[in-house]
Each structure stands twice: as structure tokens, then as C-alpha cells.
């Protein structure tokens, strides 16, 4: 099993206080959810807890991280930024502590989610976005609808999250839009 104090202590070390805070927040929360729907709730919990473990790498750090774990040169560029930490994490982690497939899945597709997601991703991505450090607008029905549906309260974080770049006339990166369709169709088939 996994030695849950060490890797606090292991994320003390490698993040800011302020990020070690919303880990262990994210955690907290990842652990209500699995609670609720059933779930392996310490699974959740230390998943949720490693989540942004490679989240203050320079990029001169990420890019050696990369070239060391193989992964997706294409992480480098300026559009999948932002999801090269989840992906550097989950190969971290999966050296570091042996996580499983399914805990690596949810670290490194965190950031947006992906088609045919696991429960594990779309709690830790959930829970990520709604733990109790975050205020945006429409963060309390984010909140209300995370313990009625995962899926329902994930589609309308990433919809919130739409509409938010599209009146900034940004356009959505297709790794989330990908996730909204998949959602989309989850739910109709419920
Ligand atoms: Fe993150
Ligand atoms: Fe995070």
C-alpha cells in the first residue's frame, strides 16, 4: 500500500506552499467523492494528492523530464502546455510509488479528462477544479452537482470553461472538447 506520509513529505518538498495546500484540498475532496458514489476512497485520496506533483517544473525541467520518461514531444508546445505536467506526473509517480494504471490514467489526464475516462479521472479532475480554495462564477453549482452526478458536474465544469474562452474568443483545446462529447454521450445513454 502506499506510504501516504511520505508522499506528503515528498510534496513538501517538491511544490510551493500554496500548491501543497490545494493538493491536499483536492485530496480531501477526491476522498468525499469516492465516498459518496462508492468508490475506493484512499485510492482517490493519494491519487488526487499527486496530481499537480510535476505542476512547477520549469520548461527547461519538462523538457528534460520528457526526453527521460519518452513522452509526447508535442506536450512542449505552447496549445498542450498546460497538460504536460499531468502526463510528466503520472510517469513520476508510476516510478516513484508503482501507482497503478488507473491512478496514473487520472494524474495524467487531470487537466481536461479524456474519452472513456475512469471514475478515478473524473474524480480527480472534478475535485481539482471545485475543492474548497477555488471562487469562480458558478463554482457552487459545480460543487451541488458533483455529488449528484459526476459526469453531469464535470460537463458543466468544462462548459463553464467554454464559454469563459469563448468570450475571450479563445478557442477550446480539443483534448476537453473531446471530453465534452464523451460526456455528452455518457449521460444520454444513463
Ligand atoms: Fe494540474
Ligand atoms: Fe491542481
Known sequence: MWDVEKIKEDLKEALSEYRYLHSLRTA??????????????????????????AK??????NQKMIQKYQLDEALLTEENQKFAHGFIGAALVKEKYHFEEEMLEAIAYHTAGKKDMN???NIVAL??????????????????????????????????????????????????????????MTIKKQ
Open 28 to 53: 480531501e475532496v477526491a476522498k468525499d467523492l469516492a465516498e459518496h458514489y462508492g468508490y475506493d476512497s484512499k485510492k482517490a485520496y493519494v491519487t488526487a494528492l499527486v496530481h499537480d506533483i
Open 56 to 61: 512547477e517544473y520549469s520548461e527547461e525541467e
Open 119 to 121: 471514475w478515478l479521472t
Open 127 to 184: 475535485a481539482d477544479k471545485i475543492e474548497p480554495g477555488k471562487d469562480y462564477e458558478g463554482i457552487e453549482q459545480e460543487r451541488k452537482l458533483a455529488f449528484e452526478s459526476l459526469e453531469e458536474a464535470f460537463l458543466y465544469c468544462l462548459e463553464m470553461k467554454q464559454k469563459k474562452l469563448e468570450k475571450r474568443k479563445k478557442l477550446i483545446h480539443p483534448q476537453t472538447k473531446e471530453t465534452i462529447y464523451f460526456l455528452k
